[in-house]
Nanobody, 114 residues
Framework: QVQFVESGGGLVQPGGSLRLSCTAS????????MGWYRQAPGMQRDLVAS???????NYVDSVKGRFAISRDNAKNTVYLQTNSLKPEDTAVYYC????????WGKGTLVTVSS
């Protein structure tokens, strides 16, 4: 079973940037398509970015051009570079496979506020 630990969140002003990291343990994620998901207060958890095993990326329209997902299979880690952050990006961010087969980690909170 794969377990995820997300990190890198925090409080940032609108227009700022954060780099989120997700390190997996228990098994290699090399063969899995991976995704970053987010859940805002009172909302469902949604996929915002994904990356295939071969590095093909996809994004929801609301983050295109601002977020970039990447992976380092040697480190069993997935990253999400978030730029030009907006208040509506405020959420807890999680990683998992895409689709989400494994248990969820605790996530990392991103708060965008002035």
């Amino acid at each position: 079973q794969v377990q995820f630990v997300e990190s890198g969140g925090g409080l940032v002003q609108p227009g700022g940037s954060l780099r989120l990291s997700c390190t997996a343990s228990g098994s290699s994620i090399r063969v899995h398509a991976m995704g970053w998901y987010r859940q805002a207060p009172g909302m469902q958890r949604d996929l915002v970015a994904s990356i295939s095993g071969t590095g093909i990326t996809n994004y929801v329209d609301s983050v295109k051009g601002r977020f970039a997902i990447s992976r380092d299979n040697a480190k069993n880690t997935v990253y999400l570079q978030t730029n030009s952050l907006k208040p509506e990006d405020t959420a807890v961010y999680y990683c998992n496979s895409n689709p989400a087969w494994f248990s969820w980690g605790k996530g990392t909170l991103v708060t965008v506020s002035s």
